[in-house]
């Protein structure tokens, strides 16, 4: 794979360009925003709409590859996902999912993967699922000078484990569980943290108590900042939607609609039209007329 261009995209000290000093300094100021992208076009429009971080979520397997989870995801994916969203050279931060199996297996290959990201895709810092049990790895990315964003509460690559997509930290030891991860997690030094699927009150605590940004998806309003799947905002998903999901178009709609009046146009041969069309310069006109109906006798002749 060509490796992510040096000197295309922006650096830490281009104006503008957010940095992650300057999203842990957002700790309990303005909210952070950030939203998925997989690719040129959705980085493009989330950059162009001013969010602060873009995530080259796993959920690229569900929303882009049409797989059923996020489990079969792997780092070709992630790296070519990666290297396309920071072609546009966003000015937001962007961040990418460590896929399942890639950071499991140890500090070694968590590093050598998440290098992968860094180097072949560009990527600015990495996100992983899961408490105490990471932190081995996690201290090893950061001793690479790769930052690291925690992601806890429902962690879709523990999907079996969790016996399906469900709110967790109901109950008082998981709440407890919870905080000790998250508190853990910023000892090992990551820069931010994903809560998603967790009682909002439990996230406002967590928010409290934690040093770091807490960026929240199905978490409620009290994070410092919340994350969606460009998906899902835009109405490109088909079925229900989550409950924390609001949708502020619905592109799926307005594609299926446009594509219809194309296909009707091609079938009433109204597309393409003249001025879609290509012409001849005049005299290459003439020749090929001369041409045509020199060569028409002849056809009639068979
Ligand atoms: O992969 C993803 O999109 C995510 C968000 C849901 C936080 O991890």
């Known amino acids: ?56 979520g796993d959920s690229l397997g569900m929303v882009v590859l049409g797989l059923p989870d996020t489990l079969r995801v792997d780092l070709e994916d992630m790296v070519r996902a990666t290297a396309a969203v920071r072609r546009v050279q966003p ?7 460590l896929p399942y199996l890639s950071y499991h297996t140890g500090a070694r290959d968590a590093v050598l993967n998440a290098g992968r990201l ?9 996100k992983l699922e899961g408490g ?6 996690v201290r090893a990315l950061i001793d690479a000078e790769i930052p690291v964003m925690g992601h806890l509460g429902l962690t879709p690559q523990s999907l079996h484990a969790m016996g399906g997509y ?16 998250a508190q853990a997690l910023c ?9 998603e699927g967790v009682p909002s009150d ?32 835009l109405g490109m998903t088909s079925g229900p939607a989550p409950k924390f999901v609001r949708r502020y178009a619905d592109l799926h709609g307005a594609a299926v609609e446009a594509i219809r009046a194309y296909a ?18 005049r005299e290459a006109a003439a020749a090929v007329e001369r041409q045509a109906r020199r060569r028409a006798p002849r056809a009639r002749e068979l």
């Open 187 to 195: 000892e090992a030094g990551i820069f931010a943290l994903v809560l």
């Open 91 to 97: 000015r937001a931060l962007v961040v990418t999912d």
């Open 118 to 126: 860094v180097r072949e895709g560009g990527a600015e810092a990495v």
């Open 202 to 233: 439990v996230a406002g605590l967590v928010t409290e108590r934690v040093p770091v940004p807490t960026i929240g998806i199905g978490a409620g309003a009290g994070c410092d900042g919340q994350v969606l799947v460009f998906h899902d905002l």
């Open 1 to 56: 794979m060509t490796p992510y261009p040096e000197g295309s995209g922006p650096r830490p000290s281009d104006p503008g360009k957010i940095t992650v000093p300057d999203v842990s300094r957002r700790k309990g100021g303005p909210p952070l925003v950030m939203l998925t992208a997989y690719d040129a076009p959705s980085a493009r429009a989330a950059d162009e709409a001013g969010v602060d971080l873009i995530l080259v």
């Open 132 to 137: 105490r049990k990471r932190l081995e790895v």
């Open 264 to 281: 009707r146009d091609v079938r009433e041969r109204t597309f393409p039209a003249a001025a879609e069309s290509y012409r001849l310069p």
């Open 166 to 181: 469900r709110v967790q930290a109901r109950a008082v030891p998981e709440i407890e569980q919870l905080l000790d991860d």
